[in-house]
């Protein structure tokens, strides 16, 4: 049983356009959520997290929301680059970090 | 600079001999894990350790073992290597007290393991 959901697979995106990355999850115990990002060949590298107590985080382009009703939290990128092509991890933690199985996302020119 | 390393970053061996892939950590990190990336599942945890001497199964453990003689050091043995092991094996990590903060993970390269 996936306690962290990534249900797209992939996403294609315009440079300059907006990218949103979802994610879903079934532990309403969760405390904190983190986006990783991860290169072919390369090591994941984290890029954001948030709070169970906040429902929105801001780094430069990306944002992340969080909606605990819906048990639903979204990667926004604004705006989308090419450099920004990698698979997108959602990851959440009781204690130990949980993976979803990622999203690969495409910026095209 | 700080890092984290993974040796070797391919490896091919045949089914039923042993292995170990090296992680190393100069960021003086109390926490290790180990996962492995398989198409499909995303991540998942097959050891972690908060400390020296101290080691815990993770999700997908069998088959696995680790130990950790000190701080920089956890290498992962597959005991006898099966052909469902092989993956894309991941060393990561951390500083943060077990209960507190995001607990923010740094990943090595990976090792490319196959098993014939």
């Known amino acids: 049983d996936q306690q962290v959901k990534q249900n797209s697979p992939s996403l294609s995106v315009q440079e300059g356009r907006i990218s949103i990355l979802n994610c879903d999850y079934t532990?309403?115990?969760?405390?904190?959520f983190l986006w990783y990002k991860k290169y072919p060949a390369e090591g994941p590298t984290f890029l954001i997290s948030?709070?169970?107590?906040?429902d929105k985080n801001e780094d430069g382009r990306f944002t992340v929301f969080l909606n605990k009703s819906a048990k639903h939290l979204s990667l926004h990128i604004v705006p989308s680059q090419p450099g920004d092509s990698a698979v997108y991890f959602c990851?959440?933690?009781?204690?130990?970090?949980?993976f979803g199985t990622g999203t690969r996302l495409q910026v095209f020119p | 600079d700080a890092e984290i390393t993974q040796s070797p970053r391919h490896k091919i061996t045949e089914t039923g001999r042993q292995v170990t892939l090296a992680c190393h950590q100069t960021?003086?990190?109390?926490?290790m894990f180990w996962y492995r990336q398989d198409l499909g599942h995303g991540l998942r945890l097959i050891h972690y350790?908060?400390?020296?001497?101290?080691?815990n199964k993770g999700e997908v453990s069998d088959g696995y073992s680790v130990s950790r003689s000190n701080t920089e050091d956890l290498p992962l043995t597959l005991e006898s290597a099966a052909s469902s092991q092989t993956s894309v094996y991941f060393c990561?990590?951390?500083?943060?007290?077990?209960?507190?903060?995001?607990?923010?993970?740094?990943f090595g390269p990976g090792t490319r393991l196959t098993v014939l």
């Open positions: 990561a990590s951390s500083a943060a007290i077990r209960a507190s903060g995001p607990d923010t993970q740094y």
């Open positions: 532990n309403s115990m969760f405390d904190y």
């Open positions: 948030i709070s169970s107590i906040k």
């Open positions: 990851a959440a933690r009781p204690d130990k970090l949980i």
């Open positions: 960021w003086n990190h109390n926490n």
């Open positions: 350790s908060y400390g020296v001497h101290d080691t």
